[in-house]
T-cell receptor, first 114, second 110 residues
Framework: DARVTQTPRHKVTEMGQEVTMRCQPI?????VFWYRQTMMQGLELLAY????????DSGMPKDRFSAEMPDATLATLKIQPSEPRDSAVYFC????????????FGQGTRLTVV | GQNIDQPTEMTATEGAIVQINCTYQ??????LFWYQQHAGEAPTFLSY????GLEEKGRFSSFLSRSKGYSYLLLKELQMKDSASYLC???????????FGQGTELSVKP
């Protein structure tokens, strides 16, 4: 069945290391979102793409975070260098992009930076 | 910009009815979503309202009043498996930038 796939599911890394998270959106969806979830802040939108073009990444710390869609089947979120405060669950979601279209979420990547 | 307000947590009894409220302020309105998120899992879609009134879907119903900037999710015949976080979300514009509230953590007790 169609679903959003994220890898890895869990990642533990040391401060200063580069982290890359990957997302395969549902085939045919033209909108991709990256969210970060923490207990304190809830679900925060980091970036979103429409037809592979970045539409808004104002929620993302630009100095260390970058998001790309190399092709329609892959979205990436990279953190370089990582810091302990980046520890969170990172969700990717995809959708059709029209009015009322729901976002389908992947299972998330749980990132721990030590 | 958007501002979304929900109670942080609620407790209810198995078999009862619970109403989870959400108030929002948004520049331009493109509907309101409710999502359910079980601990350790991804959010999943529950409902979407764009017109005023009540939308019923089995044990779950969602209500919207655009003039009041208010929505609620009504859960009937509560089951233990309904213990989860319920998230209210509004799109910033048509089809994009879905902004979530902090979520309401619902605990269903026997």
């Amino acid at each position: 069945d169609a679903r959003v796939t994220q890898t890895p599911r869990h990642k533990v890394t040391e401060m200063g290391q580069e982290v890359t998270m990957r997302c395969q959106p549902i085939l045919g969806h033209n909108t991709v979102f990256w969210y970060r979830q923490t207990m304190m802040q809830g679900l925060e939108l980091l970036a979103y793409f429409r037809n592979r073009a970045p539409l808004d990444d104002s929620g993302m710390p630009k100095d260390r975070f970058s998001a790309e869609m190399p092709d329609a089947t892959l979205a990436t979120l990279k953190i370089q260098p990582s810091e302990p405060r980046d520890s969170a669950v990172y969700f990717c979601a995809s959708g059709w992009g029209g009015l009322g279209s729901e976002a389908f979420f992947g299972q998330g990547t749980r990132l721990t930076v030590v | 910009g958007q501002n979304i307000d929900q109670p942080t947590e609620m407790t209810a009894t198995e078999g009862a009815i619970v109403q989870i409220n959400c108030t929002y302020q948004t520049s331009g309105f493109n509907g309101l979503f409710w999502y359910q998120q079980h601990a350790g899992e991804a959010p999943t879609f529950l409902s979407y309202n764009v017109l005023d009134g009540l939308e019923e879907k089995g044990r779950f119903s969602s209500f919207l009043s655009r003039s009041k900037g208010y929505s609620y999710l009504l859960l009937k015949e509560l089951q233990m498996k309904d213990s989860a976080s319920y998230l209210c979300a509004v799109p910033h514009n048509q089809g994009g930038k879905l902004i979530f509230g902090q979520g309401t953590e619902l605990s269903v007790k026997p």
